[in-house]
C-alpha cells in the first residue's frame, strides 16, 4: 500500500494563482533577474519563469563578465523568448548590454522632455566636439560644451 501525500489547499491555491499571474516573456521585455551561474561564454539569470535565461558574454557589455557575482541582481532585456543554441536550448536569451541602453537612453529622452541638462562623463575629445558616455555614446558640438569655473 503506498502513502500519498497531500498538498494544503492554501498552498495549492497560492501556487493556481502564482501561476495564473505568470506571465510569458516577449522579446523587447526589461525583466529582473538573479544571476545564478557565471560561465566564462555568459550568465545564467533566474527571472523567475519556468526557464532560466541566459546572457552571452558578449551581451553582458564591455569587457566585464568577471564583475559578474553569483546572487546578485541584474536587469536583462529580452532578444529572445527561447534560445535555439544548443548548449542553452531551452533558456531565454537575455542582453545586459541592451537593457543598460533602454535605461540610459530613456534618460536621454525624459532629460531632454523636461528641459534639463545631463552630466556626461567624457570619453574623447574629438574634431568638433566630445564623444561622451551617460550609458550610450554620444557626442557634444563643441558650442554646446558647459566647462564649469572653479
Do not use: C
Request: zero cysteines; hydrophobic letters at 40%.
Amino acid at each position: 500500500m503506498s502513502e500519498q501525500t497531500t498538498m494544503p489547499t492554501e498552498k495549492m491555491d497560492e501556487m493556481m494563482q502564482a501561476l495564473e499571474t505568470m506571465q510569458p516573456v516577449r522579446t523587447g521585455d526589461i525583466l529582473k533577474g538573479r544571476i545564478v551561474q557565471v560561465r566564462q561564454d555568459g550568465v545564467s539569470v533566474d527571472i523567475g519563469g519556468k526557464a532560466e535565461g541566459f546572457i552571452p558574454a558578449i551581451e553582458w557589455g564591455g569587457n566585464h563578465l568577471e564583475e559578474a557575482k553569483v546572487g546578485d541582481e541584474v536587469e536583462v532585456y529580452v532578444l529572445r523568448p527561447e534560445s535555439k543554441a544548443e548548449e542553452t536550448e531551452g533558456m531565454v536569451l537575455l542582453s545586459k548590454r541592451r537593457a543598460d541602453y533602454e535605461r540610459a537612453w530613456k534618460r536621454v529622452q525624459e532629460a531632454y522632455e523636461n528641459g534639463e541638462i545631463l552630466q556626461v562623463m567624457v570619453k574623447d575629445r574629438i574634431k568638433g566636439g566630445l564623444l561622451v558616455d551617460l550609458g550610450v555614446d554620444g557626442f557634444v558640438p563643441a558650442s554646446q560644451v558647459v566647462i564649469p569655473s572653479g
